[in-house]
């Protein structure tokens, strides 16, 4: 063992915010380090949605590759990377599911001409699957405290009071972002709607 | 009764609890029974488990690496050993604390726990909201003896956010290893509620309640025996309303962190 080495015996790695930063720089390494420490996080979360197989191992490694490629929309200094990582890992699950219902609406549809009925007898679309790929994408429009905010509330299930807490910001603060976000999510809803039925 | 405030029924479509005089109004309003289910069409989208914050790390296996490394054409690869151990790196994901153990709190204390967390993920995103945490901190010069005890920790405590209040909070210990809380604080009167002091772990997760100062005074409160102040630093002033309800307001006028 060397005089500097660590745990594992390599150079003193860098901090999580490092990589962050490198990361961002487009750096390799910090792609390495990145799967290293956060790829467990990631895949664990696409192993709850979908259970281990091939659609889990899909959402891993598109977030990965997604984030790599779009590492230019990582803004170090908007939040740590595995957080980052979280969101874009959100996106692949929520557009797989959106995969998986239009391959099942093509499906129907078929066995419906083949059977002459009307295929239309559903909802076009499961709106709650296109509501998700939707709001994501309003959430990431999101600046700060804003997005913070209604994260905690949302996939943290915490109370307005514990996020007033946890982020020392005002409790009216606090509701008065949670309304602001919800008629957001809202009328980004209507407006689509209203283009559906157009 | 007039209509829930729009905060209120934003509050009610993330089925928060709400108080029984809105609940009562809400239970029988068309209007705002309506504004509730327009605002949670978003809530119910994204507000599922899948979609939290992360839970139990798994793995990925190894031919996930090779599909991102083809892809990117990256080089550099991650060590199989370190992925395969899946223990992310702190500060990611800790395992949950445990609380910490409860003294007998002195009355008229009240030990509260907020719920318990799934994951730090976005607790270190949220990290960077915190206001004024962690600035101000030795500006009183430890080891001062008096009366009460030698000084083994000081605060400067800041204002948040606009309140305008601060002050000054000390910990002495006794000769018998006792330990009180001297806070001195400078805030505005209040016409209703008061002021409560607290001591907060740096997640501003679990707290103990100290008792209740005034503003505009000095006062000196116990501090429960057995909790390790290294895991609970932050000291933090907090608006109670008169409503009985033992829990931190979230409202908080000023902090600091003991060092
Ligand atoms: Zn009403």
Redesign the interface.
Known sequence: MSSHAGPTGHRPEPDDAEVGRRFAAGEEQALAWAYERFAGQVHGMAVRAFGPGPDAEDVTQQTFISAWTGRAGYRPEQGPLPAWLVGVCRHKIADTWARRDRQRRTAEAAVAQAQSAPATAGPLVDSAVADRVLLLGELDLLGQPQRGIIELAFFEDLTHAQIAARTGLPLGTVKSHIRRTLERLRTRLEVDDAALHA | MPHCT??T???A??R?PLPAVDDAHLAGCARCQAEVA??Q???????V?????????????P???S??AA??G??????PD??AA????A???PPPVPPPPLPPPPAPATVTT??P???R??????A??????GIGAGAVALGDRDDDGLTVAAAALDP??ESGASGEARVLERGDGTRTLRLDLTAADLEDGFYEVWL?DE???DMYSLGVVQGGGEVTLEVPPGVDLTEFPVVDVSVEPLDGDP??????VA?GVLA
């Open positions: 729009p905060e029924l934003a509050l479509a993330l928060e327009s605002l069409r978003g809530v119910d989208a994204l507000a488990p899948q979609l939290a914050a992360p839970g139990p790390a798994v793995p990925p296996p031919a996930v690496w599909a991102i892809a990117t990256v080089t550099a690869t991650p060590r370190v992925v899946a223990v992310p790196a500060p990611v994901a907020l719920r967390r799934r994951s993920l976005l607790l270190a995103a949220a960077a909201l915190v206001v004024g945490a948040l956010e907060i997640a501003v997760e829990v931190h307001s979230g409202v908080s902090r």
